[in-house]
C-alpha cells in the first residue's frame, strides 16, 4: 500500500503542469547571489518584475534573437515568438539559469549553435515544444531534469544524445515523426533516473526497445503499435501507469501473461482491436478496455489468482484492488456479471 501511494504521488507531482506554471510565485525570495541593487539591468524588449528579479519575461513579443541574458536570471521566458536560433552570446553571463521556455517559436536543429545549451550548467527544465526540430538537440547540460520537445518534428535520436542525461526525470516526446527505427538498444543508455516517457502520437508500430528501468510512467497512445514482446516489462520493473490508447493491439500481440505485472496501477488499452479480456494483476487499479471488439468478460481468466511470493500473497489476502473498469464501445450486454463483482470487491466503477 505504501507502494502505491508513493507512485500515486509522485504521478501527480511530476504531471501537473499547474505546478510547473506556479514556479514564478513558488521561487519569489531569491537565495542569496551575488549581484546588487545596481545590477538589475533588464532588456529593453522584456520585463522585469522588482518583485521577483530573477525572472525574465520575454514572450509574445515578436522577437526574432535571444536579448543577452543578465546574469541574475533563474527564469526565461521566451515563447510564443519568431526566435529561429539559440547563440552562445546571449547566454554567457546567464550561469544561473534553471528553466528556459521557448515554446512555439521557429527553432532548428541547425539553429542551435553547439555548446549554446551544455554550458548552462545548472539548468533543469528546458521546453522546446511548437518548434521546427527535427532530432532531439545534443549536446544538453547533464543537470536538466526535464525536457519537452512535443509537436516538433522529431524523427532522428542521434546515438549518445542521452548518455549523459542521468539527472534527467520526465522526457516529453509526444506528436512528432518518430519510426521504430529511430530507436536502437542503446538509445536510452544513460536515463537512469527517467521515471515519465511520453511519446504518444507518433508512427511506431513496436514498442521502444530497452527502456530505462526506472521508468514509471509510459505514454504511447496514437501510434499503431500490434504487439508487445514476451517479458517486454521485466525490463521496467516499476512501471505503474501504461497508456496504449488508440494503436492496434490485438489478443495475439499481448504476451502470454498479459498484463499481469505488479506494478502496474493503471493500463490503458482504449480504441484497439482485442476480443478478450487480458489477464491482470491483483494491484492493477484502473483499467480501461473501452471501444475495442469485446464480446464478453470470462471472469475465470481475467480475476487474478495469489501469487506464490509470500509478499505478494499477503497483499492478496485483500482481495484485487480494482476499483474502476470501463468496457462501453465494445460487444458486451449488459448486465454485469455478478462473478465479476465477487471477483473484484474494490469495484466502484463499472462502464458498459
Not at 194 to 208: D, E, F, G, S, T
Amino acid at each position: 500500500m505504501a507502494t502505491t501511494i508513493y507512485f500515486i504521488i509522485w504521478t501527480l507531482f511530476i504531471t501537473d503542469r499547474a505546478w510547473t506554471r506556479s514556479v514564478r510565485q513558488v521561487h519569489e525570495v531569491n537565495e542569496s547571489e551575488d549581484w546588487a541593487v545596481d545590477d538589475f539591468d533588464c532588456p529593453m524588449e522584456c520585463f522585469c518584475p522588482p518583485s521577483f528579479p530573477t525572472a525574465l519575461y520575454c514572450e509574445n513579443r515578436g522577437l526574432k534573437e535571444i536579448p543577452a541574458i543578465p546574469s541574475r536570471i533563474w527564469y526565461l521566458y521566451l515563447e510564443n515568438n519568431l526566435i529561429e536560433t539559440i547563440p552562445e552570446k546571449p547566454f554567457e553571463n546567464a550561469t544561473q539559469l534553471r528553466w528556459i521556455n521557448l515554446n512555439k517559436n521557429k527553432i532548428t536543429n541547425y539553429g542551435i549553435e553547439k555548446g549554446a545549451l551544455s554550458q548552462l550548467k545548472k539548468l533543469l527544465f528546458l521546453f522546446l515544444e511548437d518548434n521546427e526540430l527535427e532530432e532531439v538537440p545534443s549536446p544538453l547540460p547533464r543537470s536538466l531534469e526535464q525536457l519537452q520537445l512535443a509537436r516538433n518534428k522529431v524523427s532522428r535520436i542521434p546515438q549518445g544524445t542521452f548518455s549523459n542525461l542521468e539527472n534527467l526525470t520526465l522526457l516529453d516526446l509526444q506528436h512528432n515523426q518518430l519510426l521504430d527505427h529511430a530507436f536502437q538498444r542503446d538509445t536510452f543508455k544513460g536515463l537512469k533516473n527517467l521515471m515519465q516517457l511520453n511519446m504518444a502520437k507518433n508512427a511506431l508500430r513496436n514498442m521502444p526497445p530497452r527502456l530505462p528501468a526506472n521508468t514509471m510512467q509510459l505514454f504511447l497512445d496514437n501510434n499503431s503499435i500490434e504487439g508487445i514482446p514476451e517479458n517486454y516489462f521485466n525490463v521496467i520493473p516499476k512501471v505503474a501507469f501504461l497508456r496504449l490508447n488508440h494503436n492496434k493491439l490485438s489478443d495475439a500481440g499481448l504476451p502470454s501473461r498479459g498484463f499481469d505485472v505488479s506494478s502496474i496501477l493503471d493500463l490503458q488499452l482504449s480504441h484497439n482491436r482485442l476480443t478478450k479480456v487480458p489477464r491482470i494483476s491483483a494491484h492493477l487499479q484502473h483499467l480501461h478496455l473501452d471501444h475495442n471488439k469485446i464480446k464478453s468478460v470470462n471472469v475465470s481468466v481475467i480475476c487474478p489468482t495469489p501469487s506464490a511470493v509470500p509478499g505478494e500473497q499477503d497483499l492478496f489476502s485483500y482481495g484485487p484492488r480494482l476499483s474502476y473498469l470501463r468496457l462501453d464501445g465494445n460487444e458486451i450486454k449488459p448486465p454485469i456479471p455478478m462473478d465479476l463483482m465477487t471477483c473484484f470487491g474494490l469495484l466502484q466503477a463499472v462502464i458498459i
